[in-house]
C-alpha cells in the first residue's frame, strides 16, 4: 500500500500529475477519434473492393477449369510461366497522429495479346480469357494490399489506445484524484488542529496574565 505524505509540497506534486494525466488522456482520445474516422473510412473502400475481388476471383476458378479440362494443366502452367511479369511499387507514408499509414502505387498490370510473352495465335481464347482475368485481379489485389495492411495496423492501434485511455479513466486518474482528496482533507485537519492548538496557547497565556495581574495591583 502507497505511503502518501502529507505535505504542501507532495500536493503540489500530485496535482501536477492529475492535470498531466487528464491532458493526456484527452490527447489519446483526439488521437482515437482521429484514427476512427481514417479507420471507418479504410473499411469501407476495402469492403466494396473485396467484395467485387471475391466475386472475379470465383469468376476466374471457373474459366480456368475450363481452360484446363480443354487446354490442359501443362499448357497453362507454360503459358503462365511465359508471362510473368515484375512490377514495382511505389510506397508513400502518411502520419495521422503518429501512426504511419502506407500508399502503394503500382504501374499498369492489364497488358495487350502481344505484351504477354506468348503467340495469342496458337493459344485458345480460354486461356487469354484467363490471362486478362487474372490481370485485372493482380491489379485489384495490389490496389487493397496496402489497405488491408492500414486496418491492420490502425486496428492494433486503437486497441493499445482503448487500453491507455482506460487505464487512465479507471485506475491513475481515480487514484490520483483520492490521494489529492487526503491530501487536502489531511492538510486541513491539521490546520484545524493547529488553528485550536493557537486557540488554547491563548487562552492559557491569558488565564495567566489575568493570575498575575491581581498579585501586581496588590504590592
Known sequence: METIKATRDELLRTRQELA?????????????????????????????KREALLAEIKHLKDILAL??????????????LATSQDLTLAITRDNVMGTKIFQARH?????????????????????ESCAELAEKLLDRMLTIAHLEHNIKTVGREMRSLNSKINALEENIIPRLRAKKRYI????????????????????????KAEEVTPTA???
Open 20 to 48: 498531466i494525466a487528464q491532458s493526456g488522456k484527452q490527447i489519446l482520445e483526439k488521437k482515437k477519434e482521429a484514427l476512427l474516422n481514417r479507420f471507418l473510412s479504410m473499411v469501407r473502400q476495402y469492403k466494396g
Open 217 to 219: 495591583r496588590a504590592g
Open 184 to 207: 487536502e482533507d489531511t492538510l486541513e485537519q491539521f490546520e484545524r488542529e493547529e488553528i485550536f492548538r493557537l486557540k488554547m496557547v491563548k487562552r492559557v497565556q491569558e488565564k
Open 67 to 80: 481452360a484446363q479440362a480443354r487446354d490442359g494443366l501443362v499448357t497453362i502452367r507454360s503459358l503462365a
Open 107 to 127: 504501374p499498369e498490370v492489364k497488358r495487350d495479346l502481344l505484351s504477354r510473352g506468348y503467340n495469342p495465335v496458337s493459344t485458345s481464347g480460354r486461356i
